[in-house]
């Protein structure tokens, strides 16, 4: 029974608790999408400052909050157990590779590494001198500061074609692992995910480029 019990824990329980973390993240970034498209009003970033004030005094977006920052922090965590866990299990490589197993589902460490150094980078631009720090200007005078650098710009729209790899695998993988896969719909689903990796990316990727264009 004890092993039954330590099989779940640490090799279903961790699966579990990333897809559950994955699809809450995935959830949250089309919210997050749709508040950055107010940067494209062309308002003087009016719409943006209510909508961003909003997110700091509304308690249950507090909450939401705390929330993505935990799911955050442990999507993380679990991921590099269970890569570690992975290595362990194998004792020798094998000659001959899955060739079955796309680049992405082989690789989803690496894009996630660089969407981590993504995440410490993106919180140090914005969150830090916004919410920790305190700055006399705005969240709408970070961004567009943030984004007339071609550098950042730069580092950010890669981040995101990490970020849709990524995604790629991690929308079907998280739903078979929640039970939520079945084969009636797989191609609908496949499909479902794929665009969600392509246009949710694609979306922060082009508002950072318009930015730039427009400030350069």
């Known amino acids: 029974m004890n092993t039954i019990a330590r099989v779940f824990s640490y090799s279903v329980g961790r699966k579990l608790i990333m897809a559950a973390t994955g699809l809450f993240l995935i959830i949250f970034l089309v919210e997050h999408l ?6 494209l009003k062309g308002d003087g970033g009016a719409a943006f400052i209510e909508y961003s004030a909003s ?12 929330l993505l920052f935990a799911a955050i922090v442990v999507h993380v965590i679990d991921g590099f157990a269970l890569f570690l866990s992975g290595r362990q299990k194998r004792s020798q490589r094998y000659a001959v590779r ?12 690496v894009t996630g590494t660089v969407i981590l150094i ?6 140090y631009t914005f969150f830090v001198p916004y919410r920790v720090i305190g700055t006399d200007a ?28 990524h995604l790629k695998h991690a929308f079907i993988s998280s739903l078979q692992t929640l039970g ?10 496949q499909i479902i ?3 969600y990796a392509v246009f949710v ?16």
């Open 138 to 165: 705005t969240i709408y005078d970070l961004v567009i500061e943030a984004f007339s650098n071609p550098y950042y710009t730069a580092f950010y729209v890669l981040a995101f074609l990490f970020l849709g790899l």
């Open 118 to 123: 993504f995440l410490v980078v993106h919180f």
């Open 201 to 216: 990316p694609a979306g922060y990727a082009l508002i950072a480029i318009y930015i730039y264009l427009k400030t350069a």
């Open 98 to 109: 899955n060739k079955s197993a796309s680049w992405t589902s082989r690789n989803m460490i």
């Open 193 to 195: 995910g794929t665009l």
């Open 55 to 66: 997110m700091v005094h509304n308690l249950l977006i507090r909450i939401v909050e705390i």
């Open 34 to 39: 749709i508040g950055n498209f107010l940067l």
């Open 180 to 189: 939520l896969r079945h084969l009636k719909y797989d191609r609908l689903l």
